[in-house]
């Protein structure tokens, strides 16, 4: 298992209410799968993925990635992780606004001090993967949504991470734009990359092969569909 | 990330808010070239007045009467009965001193120096030849005051050249007679031209014999006696110590005088000079502090702004050291090259503005530079560390959702 989750429990103080965003839940990921985690709002995805990207600690349960306790790291050692063992895409693409779409992609392995020629080479490559070669040197804001998140995803990749983790990479796209990007994870799954995403959208989900759906914080269903 | 790159890319940052990033520095520019300037100007000051103080002619003693502390106590105050300074003591100073170069008695007093229809108010000194050696003031034309004209109580006068000037324009005045007070002096010198010393215009002056002088202005007593010691060494102490052991004893043993060196003379208004110029430093150094708050200011501006670009950072692996240093490289940049640019601009006008007031005296000195670099760049760190920290320390959940 790439992801092993035990009774998960996240509990935040709102006030003097405490409200249990996840209400212990447990399962595992083996490399190589693509799952997409739906619900309704509410329903603890977004809490579910900060915990699984390491930018949250859960409040009890246990959580190994990759072989790793992570509820019992430090905020540097988290970061580490992070840097070495999950790639980020985001719904709103977080590029970085002043530096090119290059620079961008080499921001993970600033921080993993990779020497700067390496990681020049490394960047252009996953650039080229993404079929966003000839835009290297353009900056966000000169590229569409879908090139945008192309970028992201490179960025994400770069550090050639365990997981690949996406949080609703469609939302802020047209369809096309949203059915290319699909389309380059499906590819990026069979060459082995491990994804886990979070959607609202049913058509989405289905280009995932396992969907996990969460309400009120449990695991409501866990289905992998059989090709 | 080595340290380089991260420089280059604090400067993009800096960049990209040009003008914000260029108030900020102003700030600091105006704090550094405040600081250089206003420590030229003390420096200056000082390097003048030492200076001036070192013309006066070298290895001088200055012998005057009463007991005065000049160092130490609350200020300077006579203790007892005084005797005069008198000819007599300079007389035996002359006699019987082997440490000294030379002894010159002085009266002085100012007077109208009249001749025909023109006067010009002017400072009448009495003394004897060796004053010319011992102030390294020498006469041009004709003779100065001699022995023969002293003990002659002779009615004599060599004249500035200033009060040359006033009085006779171009004509030969030696042989001349001026009135000076109820006296007609005859005239039988011209003072090389000297200028200024210390704002005084050292050639508006009349020198006569300091016998006929006390007459003139009616004391058995002198002023002050000057006396030039010889060179080298310790010499300055052995003659300081000769002039107290033949003056004490001939006032019955009291030390009722006081001799003052010109190197004391010129160490005590150096370090009043000093003083002036670390006060000036200070106050300008309020500035830059004042520039430092300018600089935090907008670094919590930036951190605020930019709360997201951590988030993301963070998300992407940068630990809080790295959020650290980047935003703190950032207010050292501001800071290190406000710095040098006020270094340019205070050095400059520094340097500059004597040729357009020559009178002014500027002196850029080595340390005003160095530490006001030192303390720019410090003034980075420190004004820069606890935005720096607040951007380190978000938390990269709530930073990713910061619109």
Redesign the interface.
Same mark, same amino acid.
């Given at each position: 298992m790439l992801i092993r989750l035990d009774d998960i429990r996240r509990t935040y103080q709102v006030g003097t209410v405490s409200v249990n965003a996840l209400a212990g839940l447990s399962f595992g990921i083996a490399a190589g799968e693509f799952v997409a985690i739906m619900g309704p709002s509410g329903s603890g995805k977004t809490t579910l993925m900060n915990i699984i990207g390491c930018l949250d600690r859960p409040s009890s349960g246990s959580y190994i990635l990759d072989g790793s306790d992570v509820a019992s790291l430090d905020d540097d050692r988290q970061a580490e992780l992070r840097n070495r063992k999950i790639g980020f895409v985001f719904q709103s693409f977080n590029l970085l606004p002043r530096m090119t779409a290059l620079k961008n992609v080499e921001v993970p392995l600033h921080y993993a001090n990779v020497p700067a020629a390496d990681r020049r080479d490394r960047a252009v490559k996953m650039l080229e993967a993404v079929g966003l070669a000839d835009r290297r040197s353009h900056r966000p804001n000169e590229l569409s949504g879908g090139q945008q998140q192309r970028v992201a995803i490179a960025r994400a990749l770069v550090t050639t991470p365990t997981l690949l983790l996406a949080d609703e990479p469609t939302g802020n796209l047209d369809t096309s734009s949203g059915r290319e990007i699909m389309a380059l994870f499906q590819q990026l799954n069979e060459k082995g990359v491990t994804i886990v995403m979070v959607t609202h959208e049913q058509e989405i989900a289905e280009y995932a092969k396992r969907t996990i759906r969460l309400r009120d914080g449990k695991i409501e269903s866990d289905e992998t569909r059989t090709p | 990330?080595n340290i380089l790159?991260a420089v280059t890319e604090a400067v993009?940052?800096l960049y990209?808010s040009k003008l914000r990033s260029a108030l900020t520095m102003l700030g600091v520019v105006i704090g550094v070239a405040a600081v250089i300037l206003l420590v030229a100007v003390g420096e200056g000051a000082r390097n003048y007045i030492t200076g001036e103080l070192s013309g006066l002619g070298s290895n001088i003693i200055i012998i005057t009467p009463g007991k005065l502390e000049t160092k130490g106590g609350f200020g300077a105050y006579p203790v007892g009965t005084t005797h005069k300074l008198t000819l007599n003591d300079a007389e035996a100073l002359d006699r019987r001193a082997h440490t000294l170069n030379g002894v010159a008695p002085i009266v002085l007093g100012t007077m109208t120096v009249k001749f025909m229809n023109l006067s010009r108010n002017t400072t009448v000194i009495g003394t004897w030849p060796e004053f010319q050696q011992v102030r390294n003031l020498h006469v041009e034309i004709g003779d100065f005051v001699s022995r023969e004209d002293v003990d002659a109580h002779r009615r004599v006068v060599v004249l500035g050249r200033k009060v040359k000037e006033q009085l006779f324009a171009d004509a030969d005045p030696l042989g001349s007679l001026v009135t000076i007070g109820d006296y007609r002096y005859r005239v039988v010198g011209i003072m090389q031209k000297k200028g200024h010393q210390l704002g005084i215009d050292i050639d508006d002056v009349v020198f006569i014999p300091v016998t006929s002088g006390q007459e003139l202005f009616d004391t058995d007593s002198l002023f002050e006696i000057l006396v030039q010691a010889k060179e080298g060494g310790d010499r300055l102490y052995l003659a300081e110590r000769d002039i107290k052991d033949i003056i004490i004893h001939r006032h019955a043993n009291r030390e009722d005088f006081t001799v003052t060196s010109q190197s004391a003379l010129m160490e005590t208004t150096g370090n009043i000079l000093n003083i002036l110029t670390y006060v000036l430093a200070g106050i300008a150094g309020i500035s830059l502090v004042v520039g430092g708050v300018g600089i935090m200011n907008i670094m919590l501006v930036s951190v605020k702004e930019r709360t =997201?670009?951590v988030?993301? =950072?963070?998300?992407?692996?940068?630990?809080? =050291?790295?959020i650290l240093r980047q935003f703190l490289i950032e207010s050292i940049i501001i800071s290190l090259s406000g710095g040098i640019v006020g270094i340019l601009v205070g050095g400059g006008i520094a340097l500059s503005l004597p040729l357009i007031f020559p009178s002014l005296p500027m002196t850029v000195s080595t340390w005003s530079v160095v530490t006001a670099f030192t303390f720019s760049f410090f003034v980075g760190i420190f004004f820069g560390v606890y935005p720096a920290r607040q951007a380190s320390k978000l938390d990269?959940?709530e930073a990713?959702r910061y619109e």
């Open positions: - | 990330m790159e993009e940052a990209a =997201r670009e988030g993301i =950072r963070k998300a992407l692996g940068a630990k809080q =050291r790295d990269p959940i990713l």
